[in-house]
Structure formats: C-alpha cells, structure tokens
C-alpha cells in the first residue's frame, strides 16, 4: 500500500494551443521533485477496445512500461494490450520530444501506482511534460515553438 496520495502544492491545468488541457505549476519545481502520486485502473483488452472508442483513448498508457515480474503479480499476460488509467493530474501532462518530467509505475498490494516527477527543474509557469515513448506516435505532435529553457 502506498501510504500518501500526494500531490505537489500549485499545480494547475491551462489549455495550451493545439495540445488541449496541459500540466503547470504557479511554483519553480526542483529537479528531481515527486509532483504527484496517484492510483491508477488496470483494464483488459476487451475495455481496451470500447475505450479506444471515446476520449478517454487519449488518456490512458499501457501497461508495457510496467516490469514483468510486477505484470505477474497483477495477472497481465499482454502487457501491450492492457491499459492504466492514471487517476490523477499525470493524465494531463502532454508530451514532448524534451520531457521535463517523468513517469514512473509501481506496483504496491496489487494496485498500480503513477509517480510523476520533475527530471530537471521547471519554472514557473512553465508546461509539464512527459515522454509518451520512442517511436511512431498515434497523433502528429504540436510545435514546440516558445517553450521555456528549464534550469
């Protein structure tokens, strides 16, 4: 069991343009800072397959990032096809080819944990983003233009 759902003081959503809703913070975050952890739902590939039919498509990762031995414990036998939906603010964070914020997932007691935390610091103000992963991606990525040099 993880003992605090916690969530870094000041983080805010703000809709960034061609992106949607995207994850700041009103505060300079420090490298390496936990900004949130938060629970997330294990679903099948039979969800998997009515959920890619909604919004929520956008919003959910796949469970390949998660160690086998902890995909044992929790009965996934096709990692690529089993989704987690973090509930929590990482669901908002977009991507970017120069993340400044990372992802981690743990598995406590049978239940899937998101740790988002900074990777480098972050100013003010400034969009939090993560890496969806190497290769093709299932959407064309917004522009990059204007993006604020972390610290």
């Not at 959920?51 to 956008?58: A, E, F, G, M, P």
């Not at 939090?128 to 990059?144: M, N, Q, R, T, V």
């Amino acid at each position: 069991m993880i003992e605090n759902l916690d969530r870094l003081s000041g983080l805010y959503l703000k809709h960034v343009p061609d992106k949607g809703f995207g994850l700041f913070c009103r505060d300079i975050i420090i490298g390496e800072t936990i900004l949130e952890v938060a629970p997330a739902i294990v679903f099948n590939e039979t969800d998997a397959a009515a959920i890619n039919k909604t919004h929520l498509y956008n919003y959910y990762f796949l469970a390949k990032s998660l160690a086998q031995e902890d995909a044992d414990i929790l009965g996934i036998s096709e990692k690529d096809k089993t989704g987690l939906l973090a509930l929590g603010a990482v669901s908002m964070c977009n991507h970017s080819d120069k993340p400044n914020a990372a992802v981690q997932m743990i598995v406590k007691d049978r239940a899937v944990y998101f740790i988002l935390r900074a990777t480098i610091g972050i100013l003010a103000h400034q969009e939090i983003c993560i890496s969806y992963g190497g290769g093709k991606l299932w959407f064309d990525p917004a522009p990059e233009k204007g993006r604020q040099k972390s610290w």
